[in-house]
Structures are given as C-alpha cells and as structure tokens.
C-alpha cells in the first residue's frame, strides 16, 4: 500500500505561481509513475502531468503545458509540480496519484490540495 498526501495548494492571484508536493509513504513506489490529476466543481477529474519513474519522460495536459513542471525525488519518495501563469480556469483540488502511466491504471490516490486562482 502506498499512501500519498498532497500540500502545496492554496489562494493566489492569476498570473501567480505554486508548489505542489506530494509525500508518499508505505511501501516503496519504486517503479510507479506519478502523476497530477485536477478535478473542478461540476466536472470529470482530469490529467495535469506525470512522470515516470526514472524521472527521463514526462506528459503533460495541453491545457497546463509550458506552464507547469512535473518532477520527482526518489531519494525522499516525493513527487512536486511547479505551477507558473497560473490562470482562473486552473482553480481546482489537485491530486497526487501513483501507477502505470502507459494504461491509464493510477492505483493509489492522494487527499487533494485546493488551488484557488482568482482573476
């Protein structure tokens, strides 16, 4: 069992930049790719970015690409996203996730953190 817990989120203007760190702990998640969902209110849950285990490919949304970076620490099991030019359409609760990128199969799920941008 991994488990993942998310921090990071908060209030902040458009225009504006985050952090987004998720620890995981438990048994190791050595191998996983890691990923960022964001879900909105009234909406799917959606993909921001992920990153395999090597760290060497990442994947990001359309939507969030050139402004936000994925990266990972496997030496203190934490994974982060930097979030830049962050824009009202970015307000959502973002979750950590662990699993297999290539079939879509996220296994283990963070909390969430709530990131709030207003205009």
């Known amino acids: 069992q991994v488990q993942l817990v998310e921090s990071g989120g908060g209030l902040v203007q458009a225009g504006g930049s985050l952090r987004l760190s998720c620890a995981a702990s438990g048994r190791t998640f050595s191998g996983y790719a890691m990923g960022w969902f964001r879900q909105a209110p009234g909406k799917e849950r959606e993909f921001v970015a992920a990153?395999?285990?090597?760290?060497?490919?990442?994947y990001y949304a359309d939507s969030v690409k050139g402004r936000f970076t994925i990266s990972r620490d496997n030496g203190k099991n934490m994974v982060y996203l930097q979030m830049n030019s962050l824009k009202p359409e970015d307000t959502a609760v973002y979750y950590c996730a662990a699993g297999i990128h290539s079939t879509g199969m996220y296994n283990y799920w963070g909390q969430g953190t709530q990131v709030t941008v207003s205009s």
């Open positions: 990153i395999e285990w090597s760290g060497g490919r990442t």
